[in-house]
Nanobody, 119 residues
Framework: QVQLVESGGGSVEAGGSLGLSCAAS????????MSWHRQVPGKEREFVSG???????TYADSVKGRFTISQDNTKKTAYLQMNSLKPEDTAMYHC?????????????WGQGTQVTVSS
């Protein structure tokens, strides 16, 4: 069974930093492109950042200049370094990656890791 497991969330004060990880396991193969998303209760899940097969990155305007996405393709592990955190960054952070189990490809989501930023 394919699993994406996020870690690294926690509680910090505004201006602080956190680093998130997303590790894939149980797959036959995974794409090298993946993305991070976040969700606040009562709101839709929103895109935060993505990285493609060539290492090109994209960011939501709200996190540009503060967050950095990266990954270790050999380990199928992705990272999100979050600096200068703001209270509005408080959310459950999920990673998303397309992986194969046998011959079947589909997108998988992790369960999420909570990030709480206090003012």
């Amino acid at each position: 069974q394919v699993q994406l497991v996020e870690s690294g969330g926690g509680s910090v004060e505004a201006g602080g930093s956190l680093g998130l990880s997303c590790a894939a396991s149980g797959y036959t193969a995974c794409d090298n492109d993946m993305s991070w998303h976040r969700q606040v209760p009562g709101k839709e899940r929103e895109f935060v950042s993505g990285i493609d097969n060539h290492g090109s990155t994209t960011y939501a305007d709200s996190v540009k200049g503060r967050f950095t996405i990266s990954q270790d393709n050999t380990k199928k592990t992705a990272y999100l370094q979050m600096n200068s955190l703001k209270p509005e960054d408080t959310a459950m952070y999920h990673c998303k990656r397309r992986c194969a189990l046998g011959w079947t490809w589909r997108y998988y989501w992790g369960q999420g890791t909570q990030v709480t930023v206090s003012s």
